[in-house]
């Protein structure tokens, strides 16, 4: 078990420097480490690119704006 486990740590330090590490577990099972900087809060690639697209929206004016919650939860019906 020593010796998986210091192993086990020479993966999470390639991981670490930048390294892209596949586990393979089985024949149809396979992990992807990959070091979140912020253990609280983690974005797919997916989400930051829509967050990336919603704020070129914004800045081009793309946008609507409502006075009320009520104009808003109407709007959002209306779809």
Do not use: C
């Amino acid at each position: 078990s020593r010796e998986f486990r210091d192993k086990q740590a020479s993966f999470f330090d390639l991981a670490d420097n930048g390294e892209k590490v596949i586990i393979k577990r089985g024949k149809k099972q396979a992990y992807t480490l990959v070091p979140i900087e912020n253990e609280d809060f983690f974005l797919s690639p997916e989400a930051e690119e829509r967050i990336k697209r919603s704020r070129e929206q914004y800045r081009n004016g793309e946008f609507k704006t409502y006075k009320t919650a009520d104009e808003a939860i109407k709007f959002l019906e209306s779809l």
